[in-house]
């Protein structure tokens, strides 16, 4: 039997929750002997070579690209997870949805305290992707499986929710894995 | 003219005896002379009353009749309830906008006019309605709004509005209101004869026990909707100890579509406070709060006249209902929330703070009001109370269902040809209560108003008692015209409003609610979505700290459960797992209209 394929990306997310699936520290060791990884940034895949069973997804949706990577997720992983808080609620990114976006915009390239920008042009290139009117959480815009909760989850806590996923035992998280106060 | 900020407040701290749980009628005082009450007025207030700045700023931006910015001359607000609604309240909006020139929420440049909307006024038999200052306008139409714009601007008196006085105390020369009491059915309890003084003379020759006894052997239960046994909460409230004891009538009727308080306070004031009087000497109070609702600021006076002339009769004060008792009652008035319904929540409001519901235990039987054993009771229950005393327990018991003695007030409206107050016995199945309001195309109908249940033909042979279809007193009739998901979603949208905020499952759960509704109406829900109300619905039962948070969910819930195909023809699986929910096309239209904007060279 072929092992098990792993996607993961990192959407509008820090890469502190892939930071943390890094910490499992020599356990990257016995992941690489059970799973293959396919898309990720970890080996710097770009695309999907094949049908994966489990997407990792990181980060919210803030732009356009954000969106077309997810529903590809979607599209090609049996299983997806949220990982962290920013795929499950926006996190901090979503912070800006209580500005409109030109104001953001504005406040960024134009009239922050910090910016030197004397063309007072905010980037247009047709190659950046379009922000959304807001940061969405990974499963308002596609069908997400699990949510493993966290700012990151805790290399513990990947490590055991992939075991358990792969596996096909129940998740049994420890309370100290899912306490965040 | 012009009013020193700090002569207002000092006569307004005087007349409450700078007393700082009387804050709440400090604010309202000030708020009446100076049309609102501004931040010099709050640090007056501060200083005079010895209460801190954010208490009395706290309590300026909870209620909706005060407001930390002097509004206008003339605040007119428009009761934008779902009723109100299904009567023209759009057209009657619009006309007041148009004329006034101004938007909802807005207020003329020479600060005449300030346009507001608010909650039920508790006129949902006369609708679409609205407040001008505290006089009350019904049966509006476009026309007639322009009519009222028209004559404030020409003579700039409210009162001059009133053109055709209503029945009863309506006309009353403290009332003077063009409200109509529509009694369409009155009853052998509540809204029965009443020979004032008589239930206290039959009082007088009891003990309080055995008065407690009597009202315990009629089996009677709160009116408000919850059905807490009166007599059980009155023994609680004997027994606590504590040498000042309080009794509150909740007349803080906002369950949108009740108004049935409105006509008790109207046509049997006397019934209501001998109920209070009664309470008063069957628990050990001496002392009594009315708590009036803003809306029915127009039936102050004359409710304080009646006060007045119980005193002077020898219905209040000294020796009251016997010798060596004493009873009096004062009116606590509210400044618009609907969150102040709830008893714990009044209690705050009577002590001058925002309207936070309390945690329980301790119960206001135990510690309530100033602290002291306290019992909060409904208008209604109080009006039963008075008449237990005069016909006997057994007069009131032998009507009604089993769980659910004596009668219940029903306030109808919505699509029935005869909206108004109606008796009837605890009992009564809905179809027979539609048949007596003519509700005859009825296909979905509000129970007990938004908190209570949407029901739909199938519940039509269900009855109205404690046991089946509990109500406060609330029925609001949809004809087949009607969306449920759509009044559903107007109910929502007021509780999100009404929530004071405190608990997250209830100041985020109303929200996740309504804008769920909308998604499904506007043809992108899945069913997961529904699955996800009752999660929510869950959750907000399970954790939320008092009532409303509570029960707030229930027009989703119910409505779900009533008429659970609209819902489905509406709610589908999107394809490739994506959400129906999100657009991409419209959450980039601002990215896009921004890079229009910017390539034109010009700034938006």
């Not at chain 1, 098990?4 to 890094?22: D, E, I, N, Y």
């Not at chain 2, 207030?45 to 002097?70: C, K, M, N």
């Not at chain 2, 009116?331 to 703070?353: H, K, N, T, W």
Request: hydrophobic fraction near 40%.
């Amino acid at each position: 039997m072929s092992k098990p394929r792993v996607a993961t990306t990192s959407l509008c997310g820090c890469f502190g929750c892939h930071m943390s699936l890094l910490d499992i520290d020599e356990r990257i060791l016995q992941l690489a002997e059970i799973v293959e990884f396919d898309k990720s940034p970890i080996n710097d895949h770009k695309d999907f070579t094949q049908r994966c069973t489990v997407g990792l997804i990181e980060g919210g949706c803030a732009n356009a690209e954000n969106v077309h990577v997810l529903r590809r997720f979607r599209e090609m992983c049996d299983v997806l997870v949220s990982v962290g808080d920013c795929a499950t609620t926006g996190g901090i990114p979503a912070l800006r949805n209580l500005v409109p976006l030109e104001e953001c915009l504005e406040e960024a390239y134009v009239k922050g305290p910090s910016v030197h920008n004397p063309s007072r042009r905010i980037p247009d290139d047709p190659e950046i992707p379009l922000l959304l009117d807001k940061v969405y959480p990974a499963h308002e815009v596609v069908k997400i499986d699990y949510h493993l909760p966290g700012c990151p989850p805790s290399a513990d806590t990947l490590w055991e929710a992939l075991n358990a996923l792969l596996s096909g035992k129940p998740l049994a998280l420890p309370y100290a894995l899912l306490k965040y106060d | 003219m012009t009013l020193s900020v700090d002569g207002v407040v000092r006569e307004a701290c005087q007349s409450v005896g700078h007393d700082p749980t009387r804050l709440m009628d400090v604010a309202r005082a000030v708020q009446a002379r100076l049309g609102g009450v501004p931040p010099a007025a709050i640090d007056a207030i501060h200083h005079q009353l010895h209460v801190s700045r954010a208490q009395v700023l706290g309590l300026v931006s909870f209620y909706a009749f005060l407001d930390e910015t002097p509004g206008a001359r003339h605040v007119i607000r428009v009761c934008d309830d779902v009723v109100d609604r299904l009567a023209g309240h759009a057209r009657v909006a619009r006309a007041f906008s148009d004329e006034l020139g101004i938007p909802i929420g807005g207020t003329t440049a020479d600060g005449t006019f300030a346009l507001q909307r608010t909650a039920c006024i508790g006129m949902s038999d006369q609708a679409p309605a609205a407040l001008v200052g505290d006089v009350v306008v019904t049966d509006l139409s476009a026309e007639r709004a322009r009519q009222v714009v028209a004559e404030l601007r020409a003579h700039g008196d409210p009162q001059r509005l009133v053109k055709r006085l209503g029945d009863g105390n309506n006309a009353h020369p403290l009332v003077r209101a063009m409200v109509r009491n529509n009694i369409r059915q009155a009853g052998p309890i509540v809204m029965s004869e009443h020979k004032r003084g008589e239930a206290l003379r039959k009082c007088a020759a009891l003990s309080p026990v055995e008065v407690i006894r009597a009202v315990k052997t009629a089996r009677l239960r709160g009116r408000g909707g919850a059905g807490f046994p009166t007599g059980i909460k009155w023994e609680m409230a004997r027994a606590a100890p504590g040498a000042r004891k309080f009794v509150l009538c909740n007349a803080d009727e906002g369950e949108p579509g009740t108004f049935k308080d409105r006509v008790l306070l109207t046509e049997w004031p006397d019934r209501v406070f001998a109920g209070m009087t009664i309470a008063g000497y069957a628990i050990g109070a001496r002392e009594g709060v009315l708590y009036l609702r803003a809306e029915y600021a127009y039936l102050r006076a004359f409710l304080e006249d009646v006060l007045a002339r119980r005193r002077s009769d020898g219905l209040l004060g000294r020796d009251v209902p016997r010798r060596g008792f004493e009873f009096d009652i004062r009116i606590q008035m509210g400044a618009g929330a609907y969150v102040c319904g709830e008893e714990s929540a009044l209690i705050e409001s009577c002590e001058g703070r925002r309207g936070d519901p309390r945690n329980r235990p301790p119960f206001p039987a135990q510690r309530g009001y100033l602290g002291c054993p306290t019992v909060v009771n409904n208008v209604e229950t109080l009006c039963c109370v008075t008449r237990i005393l005069e016909a006997g327990s057994a007069a009131f018991s032998v009507l009604g269902s089993r769980q659910s003695a004596g009668t219940k007030l029903l306030s109808i409206s919505g699509d029935v040809s005869r909206p108004g107050v109606y008796e009837v016995p605890f009992g009564t199945p809905i179809q027979d209560v539609l048949a007596l309001c003519g509700g005859r195309d009825a296909t979905a109908l509000q129970v007990g108003g938004p908190s209570g249940r949407m029901v739909g033909p199938a519940d039509f042979e269900r009855t109205i008692c404690y046991d089946d279809v509990a109500t406060g007193g609330a029925l609001v009739v949809f004809d087949s015209s009607r969306n449920p998901l759509e009044i559903a979603h107007a109910y929502m949208e007021f509780f999100e409003d009404e929530s004071c905020g405190y608990c997250t499952p209830c100041r985020v759960g109303n929200v996740l609610l309504r804008r769920g509704l909308e998604k499904v109406l506007a043809g992108r829900g899945e069913p997961a979505d529904l699955e996800q109300f009752e999660q929510i619905a869950r959750t907000m039962k399970a954790s939320s700290r008092c009532g409303l948070g509570q029960t707030s969910f229930n027009p989703v819930l119910t409505s779900l459960q009533s008429f659970r195909y609209q819902y489905e023809t509406l709610v589908a699986e999107a394809p490739h797992g994506r959400r129906r929910g999100f657009d991409l096309d419209s959450a980039t239209a601002e990215a896009t209209r921004l890079r229009a904007v910017a390539a034109e060279g010009g700034r938006s």
